[in-house]
């Protein structure tokens, strides 16, 4: 693994100087200019969002264009959490989150108005309302975005995916289309920096990930998955093995650090 010299720190501060003023504007637009625009303008302002947040913090988006229809089931392994602005930045979707998440200053509203759908863990009958809230989204031909893993991992393999969240897609017959995420430095090489698991904290992350001068967040697409007729559990091994084979992983280990995500 290849380890380039670290950004400045003036560098870093100038990055979270503009990041800020960012999250302002965002606040302000969600805000103000969210209640009068369309669905199809919120979620074109998300993805100009998501892509300058990317820009600020020095991550390169390298994704295909993604030939799907709209209304997908997004699934998607978990590694950081980039992964929410990089999926935004291609595709953008309303996620599926922690409710701990909903209460967290400022970042929990914004969640909020950008659509988040947010997860009592542990409860079947909130569980069962989540998924109605995802039928009705899927049927609406938004796009729902979730990680079945369960919890983020450094990037070198893919835990078992979990499918109780994959039956909206089955339910309104929507497909699911599987996105295999991963990060490299400008060099190419596999970069842990952005990685949100085991004991690393928030703060240390972001610090990791402005001390990177370069990250490149790759998006590459599966094959769309059908789940006309299909169990869950079968759905959750296709799209963990459409993954798995868009990042070169054979299989997965059968326990890992990891953290749960968001």
């Known amino acids: 693994m290849h380890r380039s010299d670290p950004t400045p720190y003036v560098i870093r501060g100038w990055r979270c100087l503009r990041l800020a003023l960012h999250f302002v504007w965002i606040g302000f637009g969600a805000a103000l200019i969210y209640p009068c625009v369309s669905e199809p303008r919120r ?3 998300k ?3 998501s892509h300058r947040i990317l820009t600020l913090l020095a991550v390169e988006v390298d994704a295909p264009t993604i030939e799907a229809p709209p209304g997908c089931l997004i ?3 978990h590694i950081s959490w980039l992964d929410i602005f990089a999926i935004n930045a291609v595709r953008p979707a309303a996620f599926i989150a922690k409710s701990e998440v909903r209460r967290w200053p400022f970042i ?3 969640s909020a108005r950008n659509g988040t759908i947010f997860l009592v863990r542990g409860s079947r009958a909130h569980a069962q309302e989540i998924n109605r809230e995802i039928d009705a989204l899927l049927d609406r031909e938004q796009d729902v975005a979730i990680f079945p893993e369960g919890m ?3 990037g070198t393999h893919v835990r078992t995916f979990h499918g109780a969240l994959l039956q909206p897609a089955i339910e309104t ?3 699911i289309l599987p996105l295999a995420l991963s990060y490299t430095d400008a060099s190419g090489c596999f970069s842990l920096a952005p990685s ?4 690393i904290t928030l703060m240390q992350c972001f610090s990791t990930i402005l001390a990177s001068r370069k990250l490149i967040a790759r998006v590459r697409p599966g094959t769309v998955i059908d789940t006309v007729g299909k169990s869950r559990r079968e759905l959750a091994g296709e799209a963990h093995a459409e993954i798995s084979r868009q990042l070169g ?5 059968a326990t890992s650090s990891g953290r749960h995500g968001t």
């Open 43 to 45: 979620l074109r302002l």
């Open 47 to 49: 993805q100009i969002w």
């Open 75 to 77: 699934v998607a392994n």
């Open 108 to 110: 929990g509203w914004l």
């Open 152 to 154: 983020t991992t450094d």
């Open 173 to 175: 017959g929507r497909p």
């Open 196 to 199: 949100y698991a085991g004991e």
């Open 249 to 253: 992983y054979t299989a997965a280990p």
